[in-house]
T-cell receptor
Framework: KAGVTQTPRYLIKTRGQQVTLSCSPI?????VSWYQQTPGQGLQFLFE???????NKGNFPGRFSGRQFSNSRSEMNVSTLELGDSALYLC?????????????FGPGTRLTVT | TQLLEQSPQFLSIQEGENLTVYCNSS?????LQWYRQEPGEGPVLLVT???GGEVKKLKRLTFQFGDARKDSSLHITAAQPGDTGLYLC???????????WGAGTKLIIKP
């Protein structure tokens, strides 16, 4: 079974631009979560989508948004990029059921904002 | 807001030594997961513990969930360079599917 894939793997953007990251979950997984990871803040939860609906949301500004499609693939968008948005963005999929919300992570997208 | 505190934040030891990493909270979790992340990759799930007092072994790694389901530990016996990585714990809240993440323990095993 194929793992979680994320595209692109690396991205360089300029402050003020916007960016869209893509995530394809493991087949059969209905939940996709997004995380931001930086050396200073660690792993920070952005949001989770389950069956095309946002089920949980972390404490990030509205510039960060996401969506999930009917095939469970997900995208996240960051508008008006700031230097502090430079980070590794990780996507994780899970079955999304009540028991053991175990996360299967993709390799991440490394975003650099200059 | 539930918090998970991991300690130590950083650990560098020689190959062959034993070590323990801790994950503590003042709140109760329905389950707790441990992950290992290597540079340039996403975290990989190692184990999930569910029952208070539960002990699970994965080769040289021993995971324990506290009796009250508020804390957990990871013990590595005879550490090897391949154990190097960032170890993360994540607790699942009872009702809303959300995971609470610890800040991680960066472990370096020197040959």
């Amino acid at each position: 079974k194929a793992g979680v894939t994320q595209t692109p793997r690396y991205l360089i953007k300029t402050r003020g631009q916007q960016v869209t990251l893509s995530c394809s979950p493991i087949s059969g997984h209905r939940s996709v979560s997004w995380y931001q990871q930086t050396p200073g803040q660690g792993l920070q939860f952005l949001f989770e989508y389950f069956s095309e609906t946002q089920r949980n949301k972390g404490n990030f500004p509205g510039r960060f948004s996401g969506r999930q499609f009917s095939n469970s693939r997900s995208e996240m968008n960051v508008s008006t990029l700031e230097l502090g948005d430079s980070a590794l963005y990780l996507c994780a999929s899970s079955l999304g059921l009540a028991e053991f919300h175990e996360q299967y992570f993709g390799p991440g997208t490394r975003l650099t904002v200059t | 807001t539930q918090l998970l505190e991991q300690s130590p934040q950083f650990l560098s030891i020689q190959e062959g030594e034993n070590l323990t990493v801790y994950c503590n909270s003042s709140s109760v979790f329905s389950s707790l997961q441990w992950y290992r992340q290597e540079p340039g990759e996403g975290p990989v799930l190692l184990v999930t513990v569910v029952t208070g007092g539960e002990v699970k072994k994965l080769k040289r790694l021993t995971f324990q969930f506290g009796d009250a389901r508020k804390d957990s530990s990871l013990h590595i016996t005879a550490a090897q360079p391949g154990d190097t990585g960032l170890y993360l714990c994540a607790g699942e809240e009872d009702s809303n599917y959300q995971l609470i993440w610890g800040a991680g323990t960066k472990l370096i095993i020197k040959p």
